[in-house]
């Protein structure tokens, strides 16, 4: 967006300083910090991670409706999520099958 009087330019000449409203020099650090704040306000805080190591892997599996009831069903009458009963249901499966 173009303020009123201002002529819009497409480039900007190699020695010419850019500041934003502050006074501040825009250069490619400057622009990228403040594209890494603008995705971080968008986002959100994000949920907190399930791993000691930061990320949280994610888990996609295709399943039947028939199954997909079940596991709904089973969730709520265990009164827990659908994730947190998959993921209970998938720590004690294998520690099962590690013996």
Known sequence: MT???RRQSATVGRREVLRDSRGRVIDDVYV???AEDALRQVRGPGRP???SAG???VLRVR???DLEAAVRQAAQS???SVADWVRHTLEQA???AAG
């Open 32 to 34: 990228e910090r403040a």
């Open 78 to 80: 265990s009164g827990e």
């Open 3 to 5: 303020r009123p009087g």
């Open 94 to 96: 294998s520690r099962r």
């Open 49 to 51: 991670s399930l791993s």
């Open 55 to 57: 990320e949280s892997p």
């Open 63 to 65: 399943v039947s409706r």
